[in-house]
């Protein structure tokens, strides 16, 4: 069965916040990893923040009933999947492994509700034929169809990026490699064709490079006739004052790049750091089941006056 081609844009487009809007509403391509929490981090109050970042807001919130040994039940369970070599101990940067999958679980589950929808022989793979057929087969039955959409060129970019994803180039996506697909913006070896995406959707005339111009006219719609919001004037003073690094008046490669993937403050490597240097009681650099479990509290539990609180919701019903 042939899907349309319209709820699956997205896989051509840039995975970013770039949507129709109204002309005054800024449009922002750049990309930011999402917080590990909503919740102020500070550990003197309670461990919220570093439940979250650990779990994930969702995960984090099934451990709020549960009881100090049930906890640790689950913790133990947990640290088996974070100790990737499996030498019994987790490191700092297994942590800091985990902790990204946790940050980028929302982007894991948009993959997982799509998968379905491509893998159409269920061999647990994503081969570029039923991507393509799937994606792009009503255009494929009638190649002379004019309906606004230049699929060739859709097709086209999409097979580039595949190609970029197939990391062994068989033409056919595990699961890592499709998620590579679906959120370039997530993997090293993808921030390339990222980049000239981009470029291509913003550079009209064609040079290779993104003027002024070309700039505010992908940030900012001109159509209406009105007074320029302040947001336009200033996005002109960082295009020169921070944008275009070597003052030639536009942006290549590596300034488009700054731009769009700009180098964030890692906040899972700094949470990662904190949670070692708090359990760690040897002071060997990495962590034991042991420690881990003796500082439950820190990592999922809930402390001991919440469960009360905990048991007493209970009672109430």
């Given at each position: 069965?042939?899907?349309?081609?319209?709820?699956?844009?997205?896989?051509?487009?840039?995975?970013?916040?770039?949507?129709?809007?109204?002309?005054?509403?800024?449009?922002?391509r750049?990309?930011?990893?999402?917080?590990?929490?909503s919740?102020?981090?500070?550990?003197?109050?309670?461990?919220?923040?570093?439940h979250?970042?650990?779990?994930?807001?969702?995960?984090?919130?099934?451990?709020?009933?549960l009881t100090?040994?049930?906890?640790?039940?689950?913790?133990?369970?947990?640290?088996?999947?974070?100790?990737?070599?499996?030498?019994?101990?987790?490191?700092?940067?297994?942590?800091?492994a985990?902790?990204?999958?946790?940050?980028?679980?929302?982007i894991?589950?948009?993959?997982?509700?799509?998968?379905?929808?491509?893998?159409?022989?269920?061999?647990?793979?994503?081969?570029?034929?039923?991507?393509?057929?799937?994606?792009?087969?009503?255009?494929?039955?009638?190649?002379?169809?004019?309906?606004g959409?230049?699929?060739?060129?859709?097709?086209?970019?999409?097979?580039?990026?595949?190609?970029?994803?197939?990391?062994?180039?068989?033409?056919?996506a595990d699961?890592?490699?499709?998620?590579?697909?679906?959120?370039?913006?997530?993997?090293?070896?993808?921030?390339?064709?990222?980049?000239?995406?981009?470029?291509?959707?913003?550079?009209?005339?064609?040079?290779?490079?993104?003027?002024?111009?070309?700039?505010?006219?992908?940030?900012?719609?001109?159509?209406?006739?009105?007074?320029?919001?302040?947001?336009?004037?200033?996005?002109?003073?960082?295009?020169?004052?921070?944008?275009?690094?070597?003052?030639?008046?536009?942006?290549?490669?590596?300034?488009?790049?700054?731009?769009?993937l700009?180098?964030?403050?890692?906040?899972?490597?700094?949470?990662?750091?904190?949670?070692?240097?708090?359990?760690?009681?040897?002071?060997?650099?990495?962590?034991?089941?042991?420690?881990?479990l003796?500082?439950?509290?820190?990592?999922?539990?809930?402390?001991?006056?919440?469960?009360?609180?905990?048991?007493?919701?209970?009672?109430?019903?």
């Amino acid at each position: 069965m042939k899907m349309e081609i319209r709820p699956l844009l997205m896989c051509f487009a840039l995975c970013v916040v770039y949507a129709t809007s109204k002309p005054t509403e800024k449009k922002d391509r750049a990309h930011h990893d999402a917080p590990l929490s909503s919740k102020e981090h500070d550990d003197g109050t309670n461990f919220d923040y570093d439940h979250d970042a650990f779990l994930g807001e969702n995960e984090a919130k099934t451990f709020d009933d549960l009881t100090p040994e049930e906890s640790k039940n689950r913790l133990g369970k947990i640290v088996d999947k974070i100790d990737a070599d499996e030498d019994g101990f987790v490191t700092e940067a297994e942590l800091k492994a985990w902790i990204k999958k946790a940050q980028k679980k929302y982007i894991y589950d948009n993959v997982e509700r799509q998968w379905k929808d491509f893998d159409m022989n269920n061999d647990g793979m994503i081969s570029w034929d039923e991507y393509k057929n799937v994606t792009y087969g009503t255009y494929l039955d009638d190649p002379e169809s004019d309906d606004g959409y230049n699929y060739k060129q859709m097709m086209a970019r999409d097979e580039r990026r595949f190609k970029m994803a197939d990391g062994n180039g068989d033409h056919i996506a595990d699961k890592e490699e499709f998620t590579a697909f679906l959120h370039p913006e997530e993997y090293e070896h993808m921030k390339d064709i990222v980049v000239l995406e981009t470029m291509e959707d913003i550079d009209k005339n064609g040079d290779g490079f993104i003027d002024l111009k070309e700039y505010i006219g992908d940030m900012y719609n001109h159509e209406d006739e009105m007074d320029e919001p302040e947001w336009v004037a200033t996005e002109r003073e960082q295009f020169s004052e921070f944008r275009d690094k070597n003052k030639d008046g536009k942006m290549d490669k590596v300034e488009t790049m700054d731009w769009i993937l700009p180098a964030n403050y890692d906040h899972a490597e700094a949470e990662a750091k904190h949670l070692v240097y708090e359990s760690d009681t040897n002071k060997d650099g990495k962590l034991s089941k042991e420690e881990i479990l003796n500082k439950y509290d820190l990592f999922v539990g809930s402390q001991a006056t919440d469960f009360g609180e905990a048991l007493v919701r209970h009672d109430e019903f």
